[in-house]
């Protein structure tokens, strides 16, 4: 394990939201809302409404300029967001997550809440200079986030999608060579 299971899941969950802009569009209504939820069980309040999807929305380009940010401009990124934010420390355990730290009140709005957990994901990244992790999709077609956590550092692509259709043109570019 690289981080702890909280900021893996945070950088999940952030990198799903970014992919959800991603033509085809995954986040347009509330079934897909509702699908993300199932997905990131978030706790606290949720409102399940058009406004606070919208607040997704508009959230997802800050998330994807933090996560990709060179590492100073990270640190700046996370700080603007942190500042923005009362944060109301406290540890807090619930579901299958053992102890782990919420930084916003539970019912603070779920974009604030979403963002601060990124920051805070964000900071494990910074303090361990391990920002490579998260990249473009190496697929020439796709924009993408691509999120490693492997062991070895072998994560190229944002799906198996990708990463098949890439195989597979490999393997083509190869056998025409022969």
């Not at 700046?76 to 997550?97: F, M």
């Not at 930084?103 to 490579?132: C, K, N, Q, W, Y």
């Not at 999709?137 to 190229?156: F, G, I, M, V, W």
Request: aromatic share 6%.
């Amino acid at each position: 394990m690289i981080f702890t299971d909280d900021t893996e899941e945070a950088l999940r969950s952030a990198v799903w939201l970014v992919n959800s802009a991603e033509d085809p569009e995954t986040l347009a209504d509330l079934v897909d809302y509702e699908a993300f939820l199932t997905e990131f069980p978030y706790t606290g309040r949720l409102d399940r409404d058009a406004a606070e999807l919208a607040s997704l929305h508009a959230l997802r380009p800050r998330l994807r300029s933090m996560l990709l940010a060179p590492r100073d401009a990270m640190v700046d990124l996370v700080n603007t967001a942190l500042a923005e934010s009362l944060l109301t420390p406290k540890l807090v355990r619930h579901g299958d997550a053992d102890w782990h730290l919420h930084a916003v009140d539970d019912e603070r709005p779920l974009a604030e809440r979403v963002l601060i957990e990124t920051a805070m994901a964000m900071i494990d990244v910074i303090r361990a200079d391990e920002g490579s992790r998260i990249t473009v999709c190496d697929d020439e077609t796709c924009l993408a986030l691509a999120l490693d956590l492997s062991r070895n550092r072998s994560k190229r692509y944002c799906s198996a999608t990708c990463a098949n259709r890439n195989a597979v043109a490999a393997y083509r570019a190869r056998r025409a060579e022969a």
